[in-house]
């Protein structure tokens, strides 16, 4: 994208501020997505992606943004110059995301792009376009704990004014609990964690998907960096590499104006609320579950989790 471009994606999203709100939820096929994504989801579906491409698929606030870092920074060969090209949005498009005109739909941002590309996505595996297993494309899967999650997740539906209004803490956990409600005033968007993190845990062997754990990422930042390296065929030098993981620390991305979504105006993300780069830490869930909430979230998760075997972290020992 070139610097007119990159320029006229900010002045669409401040053109586009003036009818944001926070979008109403539809189910499709059962999973709730705010309207505009929901409305335009048969052109999502339809997408035919390059086999080059690489999708980093999360359910929200798992480590995204931090993945797609890392990965430009190593299909670049960590040349931060380069990396600071243009904003996260910009540089690895958002398959599904529509936001009223004239801000780009993910598909138009990807459609001038050339291949090889990093898509992001928050759509469970169900729902992901046919295209990127019929094209056999690599795709990475971040999962972080349940409990970390919803306090990330909360946050962030009270600073994005497109987001569903989170209501009150109290009221948001059983949100989260329940994912995917008949009730669309009770759901959150792209549904159920649970439901997300299994059904790619489920795939990952038969899809070759990858799949990381936040935890693991903020345990040993290198040993994911190499993983994701050595998963995405390169061989990186070791200066190179220890680059790519100080320029993706937290520190690092927080203060760089293309990862940290200062692109988007406060209108659209109130980083007065709540920073995008909000606090990075394993554990923050402590400082937000009273030990009713953790009781009873512990309970829930049991019944939701006991066929799966993925091993989550909430805290290091
Ligand atoms: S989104 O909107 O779904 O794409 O958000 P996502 O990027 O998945 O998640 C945002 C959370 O990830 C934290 N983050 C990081 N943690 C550690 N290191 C690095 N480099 C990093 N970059 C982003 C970010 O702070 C959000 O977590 P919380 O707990 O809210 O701070």
């Known amino acids: ?6 320029l006229s994606y900010s002045a669409a999203i401040q053109e586009a501020s003036k009818s944001i709100c926070r979008f109403p939820l539809i189910p499709v096929k059962g999973i709730p997505l705010m309207s505009y ?4 989801f048969d052109a999502i579906s339809a997408f035919c992606p390059d086999s080059s491409d690489l999708l980093i698929a999360t359910y929200p606030k798992a480590g995204t943004t931090w993945t797609q870092e890392i990965v430009d920074l190593l299909l670049h060969n960590g040349d931060a110059e380069t990396c600071r090209r243009a904003p996260t949005p910009v540089r690895s498009p958002f398959l599904e995301i ?3 005109p004239p801000i780009p739909t993910g598909l138009e941002l990807l459609s001038k792009m050339a291949p090889p590309r990093i898509i992001k996505t928050h759509l469970p595996f169900q729902l992901v376009p046919a295209g990127f297993w019929e094209k056999k494309c690599k795709a990475i899967y971040i999962a972080r704990n349940a409990k970390d999650n919803v306090v990330s997740y909360y946050h962030f539906d009270r600073m994005n004014l497109t987001q569903p209004e989170p209501g009150p803490w109290e009221g948001y956990i059983h949100k989260f609990m329940h994912g995917e409600c008949i009730l669309m005033c009770s759901a959150v968007p792209w549904g159920s964690w ?6 790619y845990w489920e795939e990952r ?10 935890e693991d990422m903020k345990e040993n930042p290198r040993r994911e960096v190499e993983r994701i390296m050595r998963y995405l065929d390169l061989s990186l030098s070791d200066d190179i590499i220890t680059r790519i993981v100080e320029l993706t620390s937290f520190t690092a991305m927080k203060e760089n104006p293309m990862a940290n979504y200062t692109c988007i105006p ?14 990075g830490e394993v554990g923050d869930w402590k400082n937000h579950f009273t030990p009713e ?6 309970a829930d998760y049991e019944r939701q989790m006991k066929q799966a075997d993925i091993p989550f972290r909430t805290e290091f020992y």
């Open 1 to 6: 994208m070139s610097e007119d471009e990159e």
């Open 37 to 40: 994504i929901a409305n335009n």
């Open 98 to 100: 529509c936001n009223p």
């Open 194 to 199: 649970y439901d997300h993190v299994k059904g």
């Open 205 to 214: 062997d038969k899809r070759n998907i990858l799949y990381i754990f936040y």
């Open 266 to 279: 406060k209108s659209v993300f109130d980083q007065s609320i709540s920073a995008f780069m909000r606090k």
């Open 293 to 298: 909430q953790s009781a009873e979230f512990d």
